[in-house]
């Protein structure tokens, strides 16, 4: 065998490799692991002639990259009365591809209101450039010049409601991208749970040009039957949130798939047995939380890392991976 023929089946196997693991809608190159960060745990980097580091406003649910490196933070607020738990896979399909995903567990029972959720991922934010660094692995960095906020359900209100500084609260932190994962503000138009965040004027979201990604759930505006209403109804859902973004905006709705789609295949206790009932499912969860998954490791590579090369597939329905059918898609320069 030649050196010559040698250097280029290295080449070839590798660039098979390369772009393999560059599909966003499948696991990525990262090894990963996932932590549980509580009220009172110590830490791995805890330096011998100072305190012991603070512990976070909430317990969190940590998935990270082990191998060496630094690498940019993404934070996921859960949906209403649901574990952080129920995002395990999710988080780490999107921590495989270079992400450090933090999970808040902001409440275990809430009201209608979500003023006490905003203030408490503040305060979590604010944790994070001083706490976070100490309970990771040695090896791993924080990049938190590169940090994006996320929120399925309610939480995706919380999420928007804190990066639009409304309500009196905001972080230190600079959010560098915006993510809402099916968002709902409420029962229905004119039935918003305080504090409302949309204000139904288009274009209204002044969020200084942060790069927003809305993903929607094409099942989430049916009843799953006559005695729950839709989980995510007309008039407060994905849809109102992005009109009200100005751009840069992205809206993805996947076809046949459900507002609890993308939660763990099993979740367990009471609630994760009613989270199979209480929305319009699909037939099953994996697609759609690949499909999520993918969506915004493709569109935070696009804007934390400056590859949109899996963006612009996706747009241009020309990438072969993705595992649903994109009921709709919109985007706004």
């Known amino acids: 065998m030649s050196p010559s023929f040698l250097f280029f089946t290295l080449f070839l196997i590798k660039e098979m490799s390369s772009s393999s ?6 696991d990525g190159k990262y090894k990963t ?9 110590c830490c791995w980097k805890k330096p011998s002639s100072s305190p ?20 940019p933070v993404v934070m996921l607020l859960h949906g209403y009365l649901l574990y952080n738990s129920f995002y395990s ?12 995903v933090i999970a808040p567990q902001l409440y275990s029972i809430a009201g209608p209101d979500t003023m006490d959720e905003i203030k408490s991922t503040a305060e979590i934010i604010d944790w994070l450039s001083v706490g976070l660094n100490h309970f990771l692995p040695p090896q791993v960095t924080p990049n938190l010049s590169k940090f994006a906020l996320s929120g399925h359900s309610r939480g995706g209100k919380t999420a928007f409601a804190l990066a639009l500084k409304k309500f009196g609260y905001s972080s230190y932190l600079k959010i560098s991208a915006l993510i809402g994962i099916d968002p709902v503000d409420g029962m ?7 504090p409302p965040v949309l204000t139904y004027e288009p274009n209204s979201f002044d969020l200084d ?15 799953p039957n006559l005695l729950f209403p839709p989980c ?26 459900g507002h609890l789609d993308m939660l763990d295949d099993d979740t367990e206790g009471i609630r994760g047995k009613i989270s199979h ?8 969860r994996k697609p759609m939380r690949r499909f999520v998954g993918g969506s915004i490791v493709a569109f935070l590579i696009a804007y934390l890392e400056g590859d949109d090369s899996e963006l612009v597939k996706i747009k241009d329905k020309s990438h072969e991976g993705v595992p649903v059918e994109i009921q709709e898609f919109e985007f706004k320069n």
């Open 232 to 257: 995510a109804p007309p008039g407060v859902n994905h849809r109102d949130f992005y009109r009200e973004c100005q751009g840069p905006a992205w809206h993805f709705v996947a076809k046949d798939y």
């Open 188 to 194: 229905g138009k004119g039935k918003q749970t305080p």
């Open 52 to 71: 012991t580091p603070q512990s976070p406003p909430k317990r969190l649910l940590v998935a990270t990259p082990v191998e060496e490196g630094e690498y």
């Open 277 to 284: 009932y209480l929305c319009k499912n699909g037939e099953e």
């Open 33 to 41: 692991d996932l932590l549980t960060v509580g009220l009172s745990s």
């Open 89 to 100: 896979q999710l988080m780490l399909h999107v921590s495989s591809h270079g992400f450090i």
């Open 21 to 26: 693991s560059a599909n966003s809608f499948e």
């Open 209 to 223: 040009k942060m790069p927003v990604l809305v993903i929607g759930s094409g099942l989430g505006e049916i009843s």
